[in-house]
Each structure stands twice: as C-alpha cells, then as structure tokens.
Nanobody
Framework: QVQVVESGGGSVQPGGSLRLSCAAS????????MGWYRQAPGKQREFVAL?????????QYQDSVKGRFTIARENGKNIAYLQMNSLTPEDTAVYFCFYNPGTTGTRPFWGQGTQVTVSS
C-alpha cells in the first residue's frame, strides 16, 4: 500500500515563506508524478502545482501561485517540495499532496493534508 505524508505546514505572517515536503512510500516508478492541491474553509479543492518527473521534469502551476511557488522533486526518491514565498492570507488552506505512479488505470494516492495559515 502506498502512503503519502506531508509536512512543513504552519502559521506565517503575510509576505513570509514556508516549505512543504511530501514523501511517498511503497512505490517506485520513473513515470511517476507528484503535486499539490489545497482547500480553504468553505471552498472547493483547487489545483496548486505538479511535477511529472525528476528526469527532465515538466511543471504546471495554478495561475495565482505562478512566480511565488516552486515545486521540485528529489532525484531518485518519491519526495516533492513546495516552496511558497510571498504568502498572502488567500493562501490559507489545507494543502494535500498526491502521488501517482503513472501506471495506466491506477488512481493517485493522497496525503492527509497539512495546514497553512497566513495572518498578521
């Protein structure tokens, strides 16, 4: 069974930074991709970012985080990072990491979420 665990959430003032980490265990695939969604109270879950592979990686970002957030993977490991800079209160949400082994017909695996709170 694949397990996905996020860490690094917390409280920060506007303009501050946080670095989220995501570790997936129980699977290994050169075709895997990982990423993040977030959900604020009373709002729908929305896509944040993804990275397809540590080998010649392709990236994708939600428009509202472009230029502020950076996603990366550690080579040879199922570990992804989300560096979040210039945070605003609108970034407050529970952030969920997903891991997809890339096998046709399989579903992604999700972490339990980590809380990010941006306030003065």
């Amino acid at each position: 069974q694949v397990q996905v665990v996020e860490s690094g959430g917390g409280s920060v003032q506007p303009g501050g930074s946080l670095r989220l980490s995501c570790a997936a265990s129980g699977s290994s695939s050169s075709q895997s991709f990982m990423g993040w969604y977030r959900q604020a109270p009373g709002k729908q879950r929305e896509f944040v970012a993804l990275i397809e592979s540590a080998r010649s990686p392709n990236y994708q970002y939600q428009d509202s985080v472009k230029g502020r957030f950076t996603i990366a993977r550690e080579n040879g490991k199922n570990i992804a990072y989300l560096q979040m800079n210039s945070l605003t209160p609108e970034d407050t949400a529970v952030y969920f990491c997903f891991y997809n082994p890339g096998t046709t017909g399989t579903r992604p695996f999700w972490g339990q979420g980590t809380q990010v709170t941006v306030s003065s």
